[in-house]
Nanobody, 117 residues
């Protein structure tokens, strides 16, 4: 499976965005899927995950501001982001959740989110 991320852009602090991640094939067999991000000169970090049972998990830095969702029929994983801050600026990627899978699938190109006034 491969993922293609979209929906990023330039937004002012306090604004909102919805990211989408479409898989090349069904994600019904992927128990856990997740969003990650990588800011300039920083390591890639976990943002949020969701299981087939719709159990969600969030990084402390985004808890209460971001919401992850999945639509298995549409092969899509979403990340709804609100109350965005400059430190949310990063390239956002989706992939499997390593808590449930032995290895990542190939990384996509990601989608750039820039939060700036």
């Amino acid at each position: 499976v491969q993922f293609v991320e979209s929906g990023g852009g330039l937004v002012q602090p306090g604004g909102s965005l919805r990211l989408s991640c479409v898989a090349s094939k069904s994600i019904s067999s992927l128990y856990g899927v997740a969003w990650y991000r990588q800011a300039p000169d920083k390591a890639r970090e976990f943002v949020a995950s969701i299981t087939l049972a719709t159990t969600t998990n969030y990084a402390d830095s985004v808890k209460g501001r971001f919401t992850i969702a999945r639509s298995n029929g549409d092969r899509t994983v979403y990340l709804h982001m609100q109350s965005l801050r400059p430190d949310d600026t990063a390239i956002y990627y989706c992939n499997v959740d390593r808590a449930y899978h032995d290895h990542y699938v190939p990384w996509g190109q990601g989608t750039q989110v820039t939060v700036s006034s």
